[in-house]
C-alpha cells in the first residue's frame, strides 16, 4: 500500500479543521473552465476545483492561510479574500492592478496571509473582469479553540451562497455594455447554492437547494451574497431568522423574519427547527428602490424537515417587494455592534480626517457609443471617474515608480450642489488615477453622499484592508452641522462592505493602522466597471511592526 506523505498528510488534517487544530492552512485552486447546466445552458463557465459556488474555505482566527491558485484557463485571474483585513500583507489582497498585477493564464501565485483578531463569515472571489459571477466561495474563520461563540452554539453550521447567474458569458455582455456605453444585460436569474429552483421552460432545475433539518435542533446559516450586482432579501417560510452576526463581526442578536444582504457582504443567523414536519420555501429576492433594472426572479429552495415525504405540499410565504424600502431598513437600523467587554466596539472619537465623497453616476462623451449617442455611462466618487492602471498601485507604491498615479484625490466634491436633486449640471465627470494619502495610525470619518445625477440608487461601498464602523445613516443631503449630533459613537455596526442609501448617505469611521494601498469601490460590478473606486495609500508607521512586508518573490508581473 503506498503512503501518503508527512506533508500530504499534513494538508489533508487542515482540511478538517473541527478535529484538528491547525496553524498553517495550505489550499490548491484550481481555475479551469466547466461545462454547465445551469439555467437549460450548457455553456463553459469558469470556476475554482470545478465547481459552483467553489470550495469553502476554513480557518480558525490566527492562523496562516496559504493558497496557490494555478490559473487554467484564458483570462487573467486575481482572487480577492473579502474581509480579511491583511494586516501588512497587501500583496495577498487580491484586486488586480491595485495591489498585484493578475496571475496570467498558465501561471501561478501563493496567497499568503494571517488571519488576526478575526472570526466569522467571509467571502472569497475573482477580482478582476467579471468572472466573480462564478468563481466565489465562502470563508469561514472558527474561533481559537476553547472560544465559545457569545450566542447558543448551534447544533450544525450550514453556508448558503446566494449569488447571480447568466445564460450567456458575462464577458461578452460587460464587453458589449462598454462598447455600447449603456448599461449591461441584467442577470437571468438568481441562485441558492448554485441552484435556482424551478424555472419556466427549464424543468431540469428541479427543486433546488434542499436543506435538511430535524425537528427541535438550532441551526447557523452562514449566508454569502456573492451576487455581481444586486442586493438580495432573504426569507424562509414560516421560521423567524436570529441575526447574530455581519462581515465577520458579532452583533447584538435581534430576530426578523427577512434578511437584507448586499453584494460582498456576509449574515449568520439561527434558525430553530421547532416544527414538526413539513417543507418549507426558502427564497432570495432582489431588493431595488430605485427606477433601476434588476433581474427580478426570486431564486427558492426548500427547508426539509426529517420523515417529511418528498411529494409532500411546501409551505409559501411571499418575499417582500422588490421596492420595499422599509423592510430593508427596519433590518439595517436593527444592527448594533455586540460591544462587550470581550469583543468592544472601539470607535474613532478623535478624528484626523473629515472626509466627504459623492458617489454616483454621470455621463461623458463616447463618439464610438452609437447605441449611447455619442455618450457613455460612468460612475464616479468626488466627480472622478478611476482608470486602472497597468502597474499595480502597491508595487508603485513599494518601488517607488512614479507616473502610476497621484496623490490628489479631493477630500470633498470639487463642485458643491443639490446632490439628490434631479441636476443635470455635474454631467460630466474627471478621469484619472488618484488615491488619498493617510499617515500611519490616523482616524477617519468618511460621509459618502448618493447623488441622483442620473438615478439615485443604493451604492454598497466595500473598503480593502479595514473595518470600519457605521456611526450615521440618512436620507437627502447630508447636514455636517446638524446630522453629526445623531451619530451612534457607542455600539455602531462594524462592517467591510455598507450601503450608501438611495437619495442619501453613510457616515463611517475607521482607523488607518494598516500600511499599503487599500482600494474602495462600489460592489455593485457594473459601476466598478465604470469607475466607481479609488484607493487610500496608508504610509508605514515607526514602529517595528507597522511597516509593509517586502513583495513575495512569486509576485505575478504585468
Not at 490559473?71 to 484586486?95: C, E, F, M
Not at 467579471?130 to 469561514?140: C, N, P
Not at 452554539?153 to 455600447?180: G, H, I, M, R
Not at 470633498?412 to 493617510?438: D, I, M, Q, R
Amino acid at each position: 500500500m503506498k503512503s501518503f506523505s508527512p506533508f500530504l498528510l499534513f494538508v489533508f488534517v487542515c482540511f478538517l479543521p473541527v478535529l484538528v487544530q491547525c496553524k498553517i492552512r495550505h489550499y490548491h485552486f484550481s481555475v479551469a473552465m466547466k461545462n454547465s447546466t445551469k439555467l437549460c445552458s450548457s455553456k463553459p463557465i469558469v470556476t475554482v476545483n470545478g465547481r459552483f459556488p467553489g470550495p469553502t474555505l476554513y480557518a480558525r482566527e490566527d492562523d496562516t492561510v496559504l493558497v496557490r491558485v494555478v490559473n487554467n484557463v484564458k483570462y487573467n485571474v486575481s482572487i480577492h479574500w473579502h474581509g480579511i483585513r491583511q494586516l501588512r500583507t497587501g500583496w495577498a489582497d487580491g484586486p488586480a492592478y491595485i495591489t498585484q498585477c493578475p496571475i496570467q493564464p498558465g501561471q501561478n501565485y501563493v496567497y499568503n496571509f494571517t488571519i488576526t483578531g478575526q472570526r466569522g463569515t467571509l467571502l472569497w472571489h475573482a477580482h478582476v473582469l467579471w468572472l466573480r459571477s462564478t468563481v466565489h466561495g465562502a470563508i469561514v474563520i472558527l474561533p481559537k479553540r476553547g472560544v465559545p461563540y457569545p450566542f447558543p452554539k448551534p447544533n450544525k453550521e450550514v453556508v448558503v451562497v446566494l449569488a447571480e447567474w447568466w445564460k450567456s458569458d458575462t464577458e461578452a455582455v460587460v464587453n458589449e455594455a462598454l462598447k455600447s456605453g449603456l448599461a449591461p444585460n441584467v442577470s437571468d436569474a438568481h441562485t441558492i447554492n448554485g441552484n435556482t429552483g424551478p424555472v419556466p421552460n427549464c424543468p431540469s432545475q428541479g427543486s433546488g437547494f434542499k436543506l435538511a433539518v430535524e425537528n427541535g435542533k438550532t441551526y447557523m446559516l452562514r449566508l454569502v451574497n456573492a451576487a455581481l450586482n444586486e442586493e438580495l432579501f432573504f426569507k424562509i417560510a414560516g421560521h423567524q431568522l436570529t441575526v447574530v452576526e455581519v462581515d465577520a463581526t458579532y452583533i447584538k442578536p435581534f430576530t426578523t423574519d427577512t434578511v437584507l444582504i448586499a453584494p460582498g457582504q456576509t449574515t449568520n443567523v439561527l434558525v430553530s427547527a421547532n416544527k414538526n414536519s413539513g417543507k418549507y420555501l426558502v427564497a432570495a429576492s432582489p431588493f431595488m428602490d430605485a427606477p433601476i433594472a434588476v433581474d427580478n426572479r426570486t431564486a427558492t429552495a426548500t427547508l426539509h424537515y426529517s420523515g417529511t415525504l418528498a411529494t409532500a405540499p411546501t409551505t409559501v410565504a411571499n418575499p417582500p417587494p422588490q421596492n420595499a424600502t422599509s423592510v430593508a431598513n427596519k433590518f439595517t437600523n436593527s444592527l448594533r455592534a455586540l460591544n462587550s467587554q470581550k469583543y468592544p466596539a472601539q470607535v474613532p472619537l478623535k478624528i484626523d480626517h473629515n472626509l466627504f465623497f459623492t458617489v454616483g453616476l454621470g455621463i461623458n462623451p463616447c463618439p464610438s457609443c452609437k447605441a449611447g449617442n455619442g455618450s457613455r455611462v460612468v460612475a464616479s466618487i468626488n466627480n472622478v471617474t478611476f482608470v486602472m492602471p497597468t502597474t499595480a498601485l502597491l508595487q508603485a507604491h513599494f518601488f517607488k515608480i512614479s507616473g502610476v498615479f497621484t496623490t490628489d484625490f479631493p477630500a470633498n466634491p470639487p463642485h458643491p450642489f443639490n446632490y439628490t436633486g434631479n441636476s443635470l449640471t455635474n454631467l460630466g465627470t474627471v478621469t484619472g488615477t488618484k488615491v488619498f494619502k493617510l499617515t500611519y495610525n490616523s482616524t477617519v470619518e468618511l460621509v459618502m453622499q448618493d447623488t441622483g445625477i442620473i438615478a439615485a440608487e443604493n451604492h454598497p461601498i466595500h473598503l480593502h484592508g479595514f473595518n470600519f464602523f457605521v456611526v450615521g445613516r440618512g436620507l437627502g443631503n447630508f447636514n455636517p452641522k446638524k446630522d453629526p449630533q445623531n451619530f451612534n459613537l457607542v455600539d455602531p455596526v462594524e462592517r467591510n462592505t455598507v450601503g450608501v442609501p438611495t437619495g442619501g448617505w453613510t457616515a463611517i469611521r475607521f482607523r488607518a493602522d494598516n500600511p499599503g494601498v487599500w482600494f474602495m469601490h462600489c460592489h455593485l460590478e457594473v459601476h466598478t466597471t465604470w469607475g466607481l473606486k479609488m484607493a487610500f495609500l496608508v504610509d508605514n508607521g515607526k514602529g517595528p511592526n507597522q511597516s509593509l512586508l517586502p513583495p513575495p518573490a512569486d509576485l505575478p508581473k504585468c
